[in-house]
């Protein structure tokens, strides 16, 4: 398996642009994470669905932040309009289970201007 | 509430020499309890886990963690420090048969001298 697949890799934008992050789980897994990583607050648990249904958004910081899983295999993450505080490293991580080992995607770094 | 805390942020050791990193956690049941290793500019990278049973788990790239429901601990140890195991290590901490997810300590970075 190729393991959790993001893009971009990188992302610079200006502040007030539209930003959307992508993220592939591992085939068969049915829970997908989107964390955020920074240096003064670690690494954050954003929101997380089961079977592409969101079940826990309470750490999406407002409502700039969207996240999205149309179907099992594809899932985005959108901030709209992005400020430069949003800058920071965003990973997805996947797992056949909610309390089983989550693999992490490689993240995406994202630069906002 | 589940948590987590690296009380090392910063641990600087001897290529060849012994390592241990802390991990304390807070949780009132039986935890999962991970650690994971990130390289720099890299996702993060699962070392070893534990769920149950023997206390003593072994991971990859020669890590083993002691789980000790006495102390709270579970502290990360290899006998002996490569220079490619430089990176940052994230203890992590799950509840089980809840619907909680993993709570993160805040790591500890690793540097490896010649």
């Known amino acids: 398996d190729a393991g959790v697949i993001q893009s971009p890799r990188h992302e610079v934008t200006e502040m007030g642009q539209e930003v959307t992050l992508r993220c592939k789980p591992i085939s068969g897994h049915d829970y997908l994470f989107w964390y955020r990583q920074t240096m003064m607050r670690g690494l954050e648990l954003l929101i997380y669905?089961?079977?592409?249904?969101?079940?826990?958004d309470s750490g999406m910081p407002e409502d700039r932040f969207s996240a999205k899983m149309p179907n099992a295999s594809f899932s985005t993450l959108k901030i709209q309009p992005s400020e430069p505080r949003d800058s920071a490293v965003y990973f997805c991580?996947?797992?056949?289970?909610?309390?089983?080992?989550?693999?992490f995607g490689p993240g995406t770094r994202l630069l906002v201007l | 509430a589940q948590s987590v805390t690296q009380p090392d942020i910063h641990i600087t050791v001897s290529e060849g020499a012994s390592l241990e990193l802390r991990c304390n956690y807070s949780y009132g049941a039986t935890p999962y309890l991970f650690w994971y290793v990130q390289s720099p500019g890299q996702g993060l990278q699962l070392l070893l886990k534990y769920f149950s049973g023997d206390t003593l788990v072994q991971g990859i790239k020669g890590f083993e963690a002691e789980f000790k429901r006495s102390q709270s601990s579970f502290n990360l140890r290899k006998p002996s420090v490569h220079w490619s195991d430089a990176a940052e290590y994230f203890c992590a901490v799950g509840a089980a048969g809840s619907a909680r997810q993993l709570t993160f300590g805040s790591g500890t970075q690793l540097t490896v001298l010649p």
């Open positions: 991580a996947s797992s056949p289970g909610l309390q089983e080992t989550q693999y």
């Open positions: 669905f089961n079977n592409n249904v969101p079940i826990d």
